[in-house]
């Protein structure tokens, strides 16, 4: 019943003489066929019904003869058929049924047999159901014990209704030899044949039981200490063999590890990253990893600090021998100092390590060149620490601050590890610069979350880098922010920081400057001794109001330096010359324009408000105080329309309006003609074109160069004024004055309208700025333009 004994077969067939295997009927088999006499006999099947006798051969022989051959065998289909380049071909074949050859004839190669049929004889009895049974018991045993077996043998085996199937399909999958697997083709009883499965699949499992037997024995007997012993023992003598020595590395490592004094909690992880090191190979990817974090762990100065010098007289005296003036800067430092020296008296188990600064962050903020950094490396001198500086101007992301995970490519520790690691001591003077300029945005989380950590002392004790995956304690890092303006900086960064003000130096303070640091350091930074060049007082006046225009000193020195260059170059060439005479530089403003070509700088006020319609405001930017012309133009032929250019923010074109409808409303007041825009456009223009600009403070200015322009009177050509205006005509408050002060002084104005609120400011000012200038502050446009365009000069025009 199990094969298909109605189904006839020609009876001469092909032979396919197997080695060492056996096809069963109702089993595939792939098999690879090499010699001439098998490939003929599968080419023959393939040009007729693709039917071919199956049969074991008794011997190795390469070219068989019949008695060689078992005449029990196997029918079988090719059912697919593959080249192999090697020459020979890869079959797939089916086997049919159960065949005995009555008789070789061979043709050539080709060896041929006469077959007939010979199933098997198949009952189904009870006890064939016994012995399906216990198979399927077997075939779970075996798969509960070796995990090589596929689990899906276990659904194929309780697929299988016919027990001559299975008898087959398990003999073909069982490790047993091909004699073996012969006689199990050659019983004829099925139940014979099912015991000879079931011994063989039990033998099997025997075999299976006795082998996990052994491992879990030995496994027993090594604890695992030993075993990793025994395996790192293995791996050595492994590695040695292969001449990658990497003990000494690790040697030096441990050794590096012990010199660097970690705290306990970095030890402990420093000395797990070295074990995981001696468990690798010195080519993987990650040994390399691991090593390059370590480089980073140790360079970090974990317990190294300096000795904190609280001195508040000594400091002073540093912060004198740096910096000219800034009074009330320095005063607070000292006092910041004081503070600390008292503080850490009262805690003197924290004496040892350095105190641990608290209180809030000094933030210096001023225009570029006042000396916020010069001050930091000063404090950091007064002190007695290592001074590093990070500037933060651009950083977007998180991860800049705070480190890359170890997992991404090239990834090292955020900024603020890489500068403790240029410190080389825990207690730095930590200047964070720019912190105006730190943009949110980044992918990877906002920077200003991270420096929040840093700069909160509940927190820094342990703040996180994501690349060394260890806590850094910032507890005692003094540190220092700079920025060149408060708008844009963080509000809750802003909240952590005592701001002080640095707002640019007049021109007599840039001149003691000049003379007492700038001078002295060119010199020598240009080699050149005292005696060799002298720099007069009106030749440094004219080199700051002729060559560079700024709040702060630092083109005035790079300016100076220029000159100091030029001498050394002249100095040097007269030397080699060896006339041996010492020759003494002395720069007047005459010659000045001889060491840096002709003035850079221009007096453009009076040539810029020369014409009707155009007023000097005063303006503040990041880089100090600055003047801005607003011109203004009636066009004839208009319709009324305000044309407003030169990148204006919305809040200066809603005060441009402002100011031209107050003067709408009030044309008889301030003498202009009152349906002006019936018939005209008015075009407010605020060069430089390319620059944006808003806030409310030019108010006042457009509005006076409205009037101007409506009048056709010129404005006062040393005025400059700052203001914003309401729809009635009164003069606010603005910010920046003293900025705004330093501003139009470097630029030679004279007089400067001012809203009257502000006038407490005015004792702000230098002396010298004070003196040299005169204010008018004012509450109302009329009385500005009482002030920069006297009604007065018309009459008499
Ligand atoms: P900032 O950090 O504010 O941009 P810097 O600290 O770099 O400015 O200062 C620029 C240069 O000007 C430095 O060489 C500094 O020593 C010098 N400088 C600034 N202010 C003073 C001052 N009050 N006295 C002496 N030198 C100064």
């Not at 011997?59 to 019949?66: N, S, V």
């Not at 009330?328 to 600390?340: G, P």
């Not at 600064?357 to 490396?377: A, D, E, N, R």
């Not at 960064?493 to 303070?509: C, N």
Request: a negative charge; glycine letters at 8%.
């Amino acid at each position: 019943m199990a094969t298909e004994p109605e189904r006839t077969y020609p009876s001469e067939l092909p032979v396919l003489a197997l080695r060492q295997t056996v096809v069963f009927p109702l089993t595939i088999q792939p098999l690879a066929i090499n010699r001439p006499m098998s490939v003929d006999a599968v080419n023959h099947a393939l040009a007729g019904d693709r039917l071919v006798f199956l049969t074991l051969q008794k011997d190795e022989a390469d070219e068989p003869k019949e008695s060689d051959l078992h005449m029990i065998g196997t029918v079988a289909a090719i059912r697919q058929m593959a080249k192999v380049p090697g020459g020979g071909i890869h079959v797939i074949v089916e086997g049919l049924m159960r065949a005995k050859a009555d008789q070789f004839t061979r043709s050539g190669v080709a060896l041929r047999a006469m077959v007939s049929a010979a199933p098997e004889s198949a009952d189904k009895s009870l006890e064939i159901e016994a012995y399906v049974r216990r198979l399927r018991e077997l075939i779970d045993r075996a798969l509960s014990i070796a995990t090589g077996l596929s689990q899906d043998l276990r659904g194929l085996v309780a697929g299988i209704d016919d027990p001559l199937r299975l008898a087959y399909l398990l003999s073909s999958l069982i490790d047993l030899k091909a004699d073996e697997k012969q006689k199990i083709l050659e019983q004829n009883v099925l139940t014979a044949k099912l015991e000879a499965v079931a011994n063989a699949l039990g033998r099997e499992i025997a075999l299976l039981e006795m082998k996990s037997k052994i491992e879990s024995a030995a496994q027993q007997e090594m604890t695992d200490a030993q075993r990793q012993y025994y395996l790192r023992q293995q791996l050595k003598a492994i590695q040695d063999e292969l001449g990658e020595g990497e003990k000494n590395e690790l040697g030096e490592l441990r050794s590096r590890i012990a010199a660097a004094k970690l705290p306990d909690a970095v030890g402990a992880i420093a000395s797990k990253e070295v074990e995981r090191l001696e468990r690798m190979s010195p080519a993987s990817p990650e040994y390399q990893m691991i090593r390059t974090y370590f480089d980073w762990v140790l360079d970090v100065p974990w317990s190294s600090t300096t000795e904190d010098r609280l001195d508040p007289v000594a400091a002073r005296q540093v912060l004198d021998q740096d910096h000219y003036d800034l009074d009330k800067v320095k005063e607070r430092i000292v006092e910041y100092l004081a503070v600390q020296k008292l503080k850490s008296r009262g805690a003197p188990s924290g004496e040892s390590r350095g105190p641990q600064i608290k209180g809030p962050i000094l933030c210096f903020v001023g225009p570029p060149g006042v000396g916020k950094t010069s001050l930091g490396q000063s404090i950091a001198r007064a002190m007695n620490r290592k001074f590093v500086r990070i500037s933060l101007g651009g950083v977007r992301d998180e991860a800049e601050i705070r480190g890359h995970r170890r997992t991404y490519i090239g990834a090292i520790p955020g900024r603020i590890v890489q500068a403790l690691k240029q410190a080389g001591a825990m207690n730095p003077v930590f200047m964070l610069d720019e912190i105006d300029k730190i943009t949110a945005g980044g992918f990877q989380g906002d920077p200003a979350a991270a420096l929040l950590e840093v700069l909160d002392p509940s927190q820094n004790h342990s703040f996180r880098d994501h690349y060394l995956e260890i806590n850094v304690d910032l507890s005692r890092v003094l540190f220092i922010a700079t920025a060149n303006q408060l708008g844009t900086v963080h509000p809750a960064l802003l909240d952590r920081m005592e701001i002080i003000s640095l707002v640019g130096y007049t021109e007599e303070e840039k001149v003691h400057i000049a003379r007492q640091y700038l001078i002295p350091r060119q010199l020598e930074e240009n080699g050149l001794a005292a005696e060799q060049m002298a720099i007069d007082d009106e030749a440094v006046r004219r080199i700051i109001t002729q060559y560079t225009r700024e709040a702060g000193v630092r083109n005035l020195e790079r300016q100076i330096g220029a000159v100091a260059r030029k001498i050394a170059a002249r100095v040097a060439g007269i030397e080699a010359d060896d006339t041996g005479a010492a020759t003494r530089t002395q720069v007047t403003a005459a010659t000045v324009a001889d060491y840096l070509g002709p003035p850079k700088i221009h007096d453009e006020v009076a040539f810029r408000v020369s014409r009707p319609g155009v007023a000097t405001g005063l303006a503040w930017t990041e880089s100090g105080g600055d003047v801005l012309f607003i011109e203004a133009s009636l066009l004839p032929a208009g319709h009324g329309n305000i044309t407003l250019t030169g990148q204006l923010g919305n809040v200066m074109q809603e005060s441009a309006r402002a100011a031209v409808s107050h003067i709408r409303s009030s044309t008889q007041q301030l003498g202009v003609a009152t349906d002006f825009l019936d018939s005209h456009d008015l075009h407010i223009h605020v060069p430089a074109g390319a620059i944006p600009k808003d806030g409310p403070s030019a108010g006042v200015t457009m509005a006076t160069a409205i009037v101007s322009a409506l009048r056709n009177q010129s404005i006062k050509q040393d005025v400059a004024m700052t203001g914003e205006i309401t729809l009635s005509g009164l003069v606010l408050p603005v910010g920046g004055i003293r900025e705004k002060a330093l501003a139009a002084r470097r630029h030679g104005i004279k007089i400067m309208i001012l809203p009257a609120l502000n006038a407490p400011d005015l004792t702000e000012l230098p002396a010298e700025v004070r003196s040299s200038m005169h204010f008018e502050p004012v509450s109302t446009l009329e009385e500005a333009l009482n002030v920069a365009l006297p009604r007065v000069l018309v009459s008499q025009k």
